[in-house]
């Protein structure tokens, strides 16, 4: 087994190199590293529906797309994050038992009685402090998860509580109480120190296991696949199963209904309920097309800023409100 800490807090960087080294390596691997703040959602997700967008934006906290399943996880600087990186068993390729067993027993290492939910979670009584999912590739799996070690929990809260409602075929996320592993711990420890004693105690658990550093070929892969995936919307917002939602727009006498859907990130229905004419609807129409991105919705206002003030909408709020 090669243990490696991975020096970067870059999310973008740590995600996409999760995907490297299940496609190409061949060692057996952990890898453990400390993110900036970051929203990471499950690959079959609609991350509208995952986020406080508003909020999101307000605090430049990005929103990045893994490639396995399960629910949307908040990552800061007192989040640990680990990756085991392994050939799959004999038996069923998909065996959270085999790895969350690990997390339990350094746990437990450390006097904490830890349970384990059916949906794989691990908790400190009622509090759940660590999430896990897995991706199978070929002979090949990946299971990681996260230990919320010092995580400021306001923010967690605030950034993965949505605040619109979307109706889709989109696996949503299961909330649960969440608690800090360091008000716990029988004694005082940072968490650089939790992530030492983590590392030594994975050192003595795989015999035969040694440090590894990433070869400076496998940071340039790294850094490409970030580059072209993992920081583009396509993949982190467009990727997400179709999706419908209702926009209120305040016209001249009242608030209008339009029911909007979307389909690999683009809308492709505009329904406007009951319009007093038919000239928005007509006009809200030129809407398919264009991707679900505040960015393309502020070029359409642009574009017809003087069509939708003479159907009565407020163009100054229009492009927020189809993401608040």
Known sequence: ??????????????????????????????????????????????????????????????????????????????????????????????????????????????????????????????LKFSGHAEHIFHNRVLHHGTILFSTDLKILQEA?????????????????????????????????????????????????????????NEHEAIRNLADTKYKIWEWNFGYSPAYTFTVYLQTFTALTPIICKVENGKFVQIDVVQPESQALPLLLSNLKGIFHKEEEIDNFVQKNKQELEQSGINTVSFSEQFFS
């Not at 490696?4 to 691997?29: C, G, L, Q, W």
């Not at 680990?82 to 998909?94: A, E, H, L, R």
């Not at 992530?195 to 994975?202: G, K, Q, Y």
């Open 1 to 126: 087994m090669l243990i490696t800490f991975r020096p970067y807090s870059d999310p973008y960087i740590n995600i996409a190199a999760e995907e490297y080294f299940v496609k190409h390596s061949t060692d057996d691997m952990c890898m453990i590293w400390i993110n900036d703040r970051s929203v990471i959602i499950g690959k079959h997700q609609n991350a509208y529906a995952e986020i406080n967008y508003p909020f999101l934006k307000a605090n430049n906290i990005p929103v990045i797309r893994r490639i396995s399943g399960g629910g949307a996880v908040y990552h800061d600087r007192g989040n640990v994050n680990f990756s085991f990186i392994t050939k799959t068993g004999n038996g069923s390729q998909v065996d959270f038992g085999r790895f969350t067993s690990i997390i339990v027993k350094f746990m437990q290492s450390l006097g904490l009685e830890v349970n384990i939910s059916k949906r794989n979670s691990l908790f400190v009584g009622n």
């Open 160 to 216: 993965i509580t949505p605040i619109r409602e979307y109706q889709s075929k989109a696996m949503p996320s299961v909330r649960s109480d969440v608690g800090n592993v360091a008000p716990l711990l029988p004694y005082t420890i940072d968490i650089h120190g939790f992530v030492e004693l983590f590392i030594s105690w994975l050192l003595r658990f795989y015999e035969g296991s040694v440090l590894y550093e990433a070869k400076p």
